[in-house]
């Protein structure tokens, strides 16, 4: 088993940054891939962001592309998501997910391990 903590969500204006972090602890010695995902009230999660498992490869949803980066420090076993020029539809509950698959996928039903989320509210 693999338990998942976010952490870093809060209140920012729009315009502003935030930096979200995943910590990993269990069962982590394996190539898991990680994956950020939102949801929003009334509004389906939806996917952010993933990376690989070797760090190699990472995934954007269009929406977030040129303003997030996601990085992993295995060494930590963290993966972070650097969120910038945030806008208020960035406005979420933003979950990490693990997956031993170790491709950086944008299913989330190939996610086998799941965070409690953090919240993220991005003021006009």
């Known amino acids: 088993q693999v338990q998942l903590v976010e952490s870093g969500g809060g209140l920012v204006q729009a315009g502003g940054s935030l930096r979200l972090s995943c910590a990993a602890s269990?069962?982590?010695?394996?190539?898991?891939?990680v994956g950020w995902f939102r949801q929003a009230p009334g509004k389906e999660r939806e996917f952010v962001a993933a990376?690989?498992?070797?760090?190699?490869?990472?995934r954007y949803a269009d929406s977030v592309k040129g303003r997030f980066t996601i990085s992993r420090d295995d060494a930590k076993n963290t993966v972070l998501l650097q969120m910038n020029s945030l806008k208020p539809e960035d406005t979420a509950v933003y979950y990490c997910?693990?997956?031993?698959?170790?491709?950086?996928?944008?299913?989330?039903?190939?996610?086998?391990?799941w965070g409690q989320g953090t919240q993220v509210t991005v003021s006009s």
């Open positions: 997910a693990a997956t031993p698959i170790g491709a950086a996928t944008r299913v989330a039903n190939f996610y086998a391990y």
């Open positions: 269990g069962r982590t010695s394996g190539p898991y891939a």
């Open positions: 990376i690989s498992w070797n760090g190699r490869i990472t």
